[in-house]
């Protein structure tokens, strides 16, 4: 099976959408820059380093970045059965199972960055990775220390993240050292994330996630906080409002996916760090990545050739559980969806051929093959890069 995975903070590049401009995913970044009230397009195409990697940008812009991604990949017809992200990424993971709307989601992740910056400005923090010393001595180096210093990413084996205040992260990286860590590396960030130097922006936050719609997700989608997949849309207000001060369990996340019988960790977004982190915790695992544009047909390539994703009976897949010769037909717009006469489960469907409409909007395959269902009822109105029809190819 495959899950797709989403970066959290860091993984920013400036002029990271140059790529992605002419793609039609693009039109993503103009919804959320709508939602916000922000020029989204100005900071994924001409915001220099430092302004990027202000919390505030460096959040808004990643989220946007993985949904563009994750829009492309679902127009070549190719979807996961489960998600998870690395601490920002899980509100990506969250929108991709369709338990965020994204223009909630976009919102959400904008306070979200507007609140860790402000509690990040009020309380002095920092974070540094720890490599080659077990989490057990890793949480020995932190309670050692005096001062503020907490365990904040369980990342990999061999890899884990401390945050809290300069001199204590100082002297628990000492204490590392002596413990047997081989490298200790202070990072580039803002704050002391997943600590309790983030109440105040749990608490700001709190609020916003209030307000929001919470549904049930489709799939599977494993929690930060405590590595369970949760499928009832209704935990997750109480998962996400947590994440913020607490460690951010990815190497137990990859884990349970794997124990699920995941195969497949395809990264969505900026970077590879996720890749690396799965090849560190999972053994014998191959991710895959796609960032831009030219890693879209790579993608395809690597599914249909994987041994892991054999054929299987047409009764054996439910929709959702996609293999590399499936492909998914999505709506071009937002509105009502008429179905066409001919679009029958069995029929051969050429490219080009007419499936339904969507409002004004005409909904043409542009796959071959055996159309094996609509996905969408005929008189249901449907959003934009909504799953229509589903093909497998000849």
Request: charged share 20%; glycine share 8%.
């Amino acid at each position: 099976m495959i899950v797709f995975m989403y970066p959290g903070q860091g993984s920013q590049q400036p002029e990271m959408g140059a790529a992605w401009v002419d793609h039609p995913s693009w039109e993503l970044v103009e919804e959320a820059s709508e939602v916000t009230a922000r020029d989204v397009s100005r900071l994924l195409l001409h915001t220099g380093i430092d302004e990027l990697t202000e919390t505030r940008n460096s959040q808004l812009t990643t989220f946007v970045m993985s949904m563009v991604t994750l829009d492309a990949v679902t127009r070549l017809g190719t979807e996961a059965a489960g998600h998870a992200g690395h601490s920002l990424g899980e509100y990506s993971a969250l929108t991709a199972s369709g338990v965020l709307d994204f223009s909630d989601a976009v919102a959400l992740v904008a306070e979200r960055g507007d609140a860790m910056q402000a509690a990040a400005e009020e309380q002095e923090g920092t974070m540094a990775a720890v490599l080659g010393l077990d989490d057990d001595d890793v949480q020995i180096a932190c309670s050692r220390a005096p001062g503020e210093v907490w365990l904040a990413n369980h990342n990999a084996p061999g890899q884990a993240v401390i945050a809290g205040t300069p001199e204590a992260i100082d002297t628990a990286a000492a204490i590392a050292r002596e413990l047997g860590a081989k490298r200790v590396m202070p990072l580039q960030v803002g704050g002391a994330f997943h600590t309790p130097f983030m109440a105040s922006a749990r608490d700001r936050l709190t609020k916003a996630i209030d307000r929001t719609e919470f549904r049930d997700p489709q799939g599977t989608v494993v929690a930060n906080v405590d590595a369970t997949p949760h499928s009832r849309g209704s935990d997750w207000p109480d998962l996400l409002k947590a994440q913020l001060t607490s460690p951010v369990r990815w190497r137990q996340t990859m884990t349970t996916l794997a124990d699920a019988g995941f195969t497949t960790f395809v990264e969505l977004g900026p970077g590879e760090v996720l890749g690396r982190l799965v090849k560190r915790a999972i053994k014998g695992a191959k991710p895959l990545s796609v960032a831009v544009p030219d890693d879209l047909d790579s993608l395809l390539e690597a599914l249909a050739a994987s041994p892991e994703l054999p054929q299987v009976p047409t009764a054996a897949i439910d929709g959702e559980h996609l293999f590399a010769t499936e492909r998914l037909v999505v709506s071009p717009a937002a509105g009502i969806f008429e179905a066409a006469e001919n679009a029958d489960p069995g029929a051969t469907i050429t490219v080009g051929q007419l499936l339904g409409q969507v409002g004004t909007h005409e909904v043409r395959s542009p796959f071959a093959g055996e159309l094996m269902g609509v996905l969408a009822l005929d008189g249901e109105r449907v959003t934009a890069s909504q799953p229509i029809a589903w093909l497998r190819t000849k």
